[in-house]
């Protein structure tokens, strides 16, 4: 019965970890279309978050001498590189499709392990892989000559590429030494905030346009409100919470509910920001979604490979990293999601 009540409860959690995640994009998209620059809401969004984790920070201060690699990681890739690339893609080309150009990091991470480090993956997981691909081409409508913007499609397969570079680097750091999850997260934005202060140059954003209003579904919103939303509720909350249900839920279970991030993203921005998919993208993107689940499940569950710690799908505005990245057990979890 207690296994049972727990079970529900991490169900819960990752469903409220995937609505928070998937809100993200939607609230940051008005502020960047009312002239904020992309980079400033990116770092607004990860100082916030770092400000509000930094009792987390000080509980876990030992990982800074234990995982100074991984934390280094997590914050560079997982947290500034994801989202950069992310909240830049949505100013040009729809929320929506940037997400699902995000879950092609499971590809990805197959691809480095096949051709790169010439190690076997199942034919499953390669078919999720190919799967996933060709999903994409229909979200992207290929046979149109790519009618989005060719450079928000690339700074989104970036994002994806970002995550893909935090699964080697855990994957060079895994061991016995398990670092929690909740301290790697906290680290990482403290760290991502820093390394974002250098780029986006924070003394220089229009903190009138902040106290102003951005429009909403043809309402005027609070700038604050949207950006208070961004940081409390589609970071903190959803990172904390998505920790909290990868420890009560199997991978497989956990990865179906993150993949609702993709469709609660793409569902607000066609009500709330107007950005509607033809039904050939609506295909294509359950086609990327189902393939990225295949590509991180059909996985063997021994021996601690890349593959093996990707069991839930990575997303942008990303969601916490796996405790297998961390600790080097296979389990749910995705690092870095900014949607």
Known sequence: MQRSRGRSAGLGLALVSALAFGGSGVAAKPLIEAGADPLHV???????????????AWRH??????RPALLTGFGLLAVAGVQVCYFAAISRIPVGVALLVEYLAPALVLGWVRFVQRRPVTRAAALGAVLAVGGLACVVEVWAGLGFDALGLLLALGAACCQVGYFVLSDHGGGDDTADPAGVIAYGFLIGAAALTLLARPWGIDWHLLAGRAELADAAVPAALLLGWVVLVATVLAYL???????????????????????????????????????????GGAAVL?????????VPRDGAGVVARTAEPPSAAS????????????AGGRPGAPG
């Open 290 to 298: 189902a393939g990225a689940l295949i590509a991180q499940s059909s």
């Open 61 to 66: 201060r030992g990982l800074l001498r234990r």
């Open 42 to 56: 990116v770092w607004l969004r990860a100082a916030g978050a770092a400000l509000v984790l930094l009792p987390l």
């Open 319 to 330: 969601a916490p990293p796996s405790p297998a990245a961390v600790s080097g057990r296979p």
């Open 241 to 283: 919470t998505g920790v909290v249900a990868v420890r009560r839920l199997s991978p497989q279970v956990a990865g179906v509910v993150a993949c609702l991030e993709a469709v609660v993203a793409t569902v607000l921005a066609w009500v709330l920001l107007g950005e509607h998919l033809s039904a050939p993208q609506l295909l």
